[in-house]
């Protein structure tokens, strides 16, 4: 019965020009969103808001499914659209439209009539008193509230007529597209597509680098990792993946450097290639999900080691989570499953048992310096290994 969706967003803070980039973007990603789902759909922007009108037959479900995935949008109300062909018609309709939506009519409602188009014969107050009335007289189960109503039914008067009641929540947020660019170093860990995609969520697009170390890791662990970039892009629009070999890399660190530096080491390399590509790429920043505290490598003096070799912003969304907490928004974005595959990631197989958890840059710096020309020749040649996976 639904033909289309009013779709709501938070204007605080959207003003003037900025209004316009936003509702552009959020109508490039809305339709972008909705390539996904059988059905053609019309997205248009009128009179201040946006709607999707439906062209054809659809899939309700699949159709909120994927709104819910446009960050930008807070609320998503389906609307029935029917002809003008009278008040009386109206009225007969909205009184359908109510049992067919509300099996339950034990509750209050306010009707919240909107003329757009001004020759309609009554006004907004005049439908809203004789609207409610048509409605106590074929439900007398039903009460009028007019500060708090259950139910709040607007009815649109425009060049059709445009009912709907309910808003489905959306995941908030700024449209992907309206605050730059970001590189995630993606693992395949839980924490960081949840980093990525709370970044996302902030209206920042996404590229991703992952560092895989063949054959120390499997295809199957990169595999995993286009899947994760996979569920990612979903929130986020198209994803350029990276793919850099690291394995010569991490075998030289190992042959050179004291082996309980080894993570923060490789870490820091890491951070200089990741900042590399992203700098090649636009971006204005890294995106990592180290939360503080969570393993040796992420306490903070750890952080201040890996952090000292770039000079781009690096994001740490998770910076103040706990594991349950991080855990539990992955589940919710459909993540989680995934994450929790058992393949190795390029750090488990050279982790040290005793890492250090309080580096001292200086020592770090000093240790490197072991590494001299030769780690130079090897970043480069890793970087011409980039395997760049457009996913989406
Ligand atoms: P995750 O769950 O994201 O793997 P983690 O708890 O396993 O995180 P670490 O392995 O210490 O933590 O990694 C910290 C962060 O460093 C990751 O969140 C990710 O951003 C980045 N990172 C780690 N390993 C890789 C890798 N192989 N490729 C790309 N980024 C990585
Ligand atoms: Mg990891």
Redesign the pocket.
Known sequence: MFTAFLIKYAEIGIKGRNRYLFEDALVHQIKFALKKCDGEFLIHKTQGRIYVDAQSEFDFDEVVAQLKTVFGISGICPVVHVEDEGFEKLCDTVIKYLADVYPDRNKTFKVAARRARKNYPKDSMTINMDMGEAILKAYPEMKVDVHDPDIMLNVEIREKIYIYSEIIPGPGGMPVGTGGKAM????????????GYMIAKRGVKIDA?????PPY?SERAKQK?VDLARLVSRYTGPINLHVIN?TDIQLYIYEKCPHEEL?IIM?RY?MRI?EHIAKESDCLGL?????IG??A??TMASLVATNEVCELPVYRP?IGFDKQEIVEVSEKIGTYET?IQPFE???TIFVAKHPVTKPNVNVIRRHEQNLDEKIEQLVQKALETDEVILVE
């Open positions: 995630l170093l993606l693992s395949g860990g839980i924490d960081s597509p949840v980093a680098v992952y560092f895989h170390a890791t990792v690291f993570t870490r890491m990741a995106i990592t999900g180290e939360s969570q393993v490598s992420q998770l994450s990631d390029c750090c």
